[in-house]
């Protein structure tokens, strides 16, 4: 009779562990509302996005991991935060050409030297440029569409900002010229 028991109990756990977990993922919201520490969110973090499974269900895991600046410590062979990264799809990174999102870059400008860059905006979205140069400079933001007719003319005193609504999806010249007598450092964000 004992052993009829063993045998049942034996049955029941292995029957219970070889049923899959269905219970819903914790969101990362709540993975951070529970955490005591930034390591223990980190870990709650990797854990989760390990039993996601797949590539759409660890996406918000992932961005909020890569958020946080998560890296392999030192030495360690066994990473799979990076294979989460190379097989990930929804965070690639854009590249010169298209739409970005908030992106900048720093100009450094000698007295008389123009630099122009472009960039795509989509239609009937706002398009923003702000730019932001050296104490005492004189840099003038250009912005022109294909046509070469402008769409914004600003003098950074030591900051400005351009916004508009383009009409068409197209390229747009982006256009710094220091008209000081000393070098110009700029920062120019575009969104």
Known sequence: MRATILTMLSALVA????????????????????????????A????????????A??????????????QVAEGESDDPLAAWRAADT????????????PAYRR?????????????????GQKAEIAAHASKGA??????????TKRVCARSLSPKAKCLWLPRFTERFAITLTNRGERPASVFIVVR
Request: include cysteine.
């Open 15 to 42: 029957a219970c562990a070889s049923v899959p977990d269905t219970a819903p993922l914790p969101s990362v919201v709540q993975l951070e509302a529970e955490a005591e520490s930034p390591a223990e969110f980190g």
């Open 44 to 55: 709650a973090l990797l854990a989760t996005a390990e039993a996601a499974g797949d590539e």
């Open 57 to 70: 269900t660890r996406a918000p895991y992932l961005a909020r991991l890569n958020g946080l600046g998560v």
């Open 90 to 101: 929804s965070t690639s990174t854009p590249w010169r050409g298209r739409t970005l999102g």
């Open 107 to 123: 100009a450094r400008l000698a007295p008389g030297e123009s630099m122009e860059m472009e960039q795509v905006f989509y239609a």
């Open 138 to 147: 004189r840099v003038e933001l250009t912005i022109s569409d294909r046509d």
